[in-house]
């Protein structure tokens, strides 16, 4: 939950002053993606994967993540979604780390 929160409430549309954001309900709808992968890392903890492979699967996870597109869309304006194109923004940073870290407090069980 600690780094679906940290996502929600510092990317950069969070921060636009012209729009009332949410990041209570953002950090939610994304909050089973952190919950996945930090469940992987206690798996992977549990069957005795390296730290050094732990490690390396982090850095993949994060590079898989830099080419995400991600959707924006408006509660009350779902048609006028937008994408934000992989690395167009410091969104796209900032989500790929943050799930890079997930994984990483699931692999050394940190809450």
């Not at 939610?28 to 996945?36: A, K, Y």
């Amino acid at each position: 939950m600690r780094h679906s929160y940290h996502y929600a409430t510092h990317q950069s549309s969070e921060l636009n002053g012209n729009l009332v954001s949410r990041p209570d309900a953002t950090a939610r709808l994304n909050l089973h993606v952190f919950e996945e992968l930090y469940n992987s890392g206690k798996v992977d903890r549990a069957a005795g994967v390296s730290e050094e492979t732990a490690l390396q699967k982090a850095e993949l996870i994060k590079t898989a993540n830099l080419g995400a597109t991600q959707k924006k869309s408006f509660s009350n304006a779902p048609q006028a979604a937008s994408s934000i194109e992989p690395g167009e923004t410091k969104d796209v940073m900032l989500w790929a780390e943050e799930l890079r870290e997930t994984y990483l407090d699931g692999y050394h069980g940190v809450q």
